[in-house]
């Protein structure tokens, strides 16, 4: 089996159970060379919130884009933008990634900024 095929099968049983909870979800995608982050609503139209190593504001002050500590300042922002949406608990969609490395950095980092999973 393909590992992205495998990944998604694992995507799409946690976000079946998250539908089921009713709340926010906040999502991660990772890449070769950036991680994003999007909190959707708990129908999952509406996109409330996003945070990427694309933006100019996440990656002044660091060496990459793609390390530890750029995720845990994509999950710092998020959190501080969730905040200002008005929004405190939400469920943690990891898109089928062990969470370790730079899902573990970007969670940990958005828990410590208030927002409570």
């Not at 996109?47 to 500590?69: C, F, H, I």
């Not at 089928?96 to 409570?116: C, F, I, N, P, S």
Request: proline share 1%; no cysteine; charged share 25%.
């Amino acid at each position: 089996m393909d590992k992205n095929i495998a990944r998604l099968r694992r995507a799409k049983t946690t976000r079946a159970r998250i539908r089921i909870l009713g709340v926010p979800r906040l999502s991660v995608l990772r890449t070769g060379q950036h991680v994003y982050a999007q909190l959707f609503s708990h129908d999952g139209a509406k996109v409330l919130a996003s945070a990427s190593t694309l933006q100019a504001d996440v990656r002044e002050g660091l060496e990459s884009s793609k390390n530890m500590a750029a995720a845990a300042r994509v999950g710092q922002l998020i959190a501080e933008r969730a905040k200002a949406a008005g929004i405190e608990k939400v469920a943690f969609d990891r898109s089928g990634y062990r969470y370790h490395g730079r899902v573990k950095a970007l969670a940990d980092a958005a828990r410590e900024a208030g927002l409570q999973f």
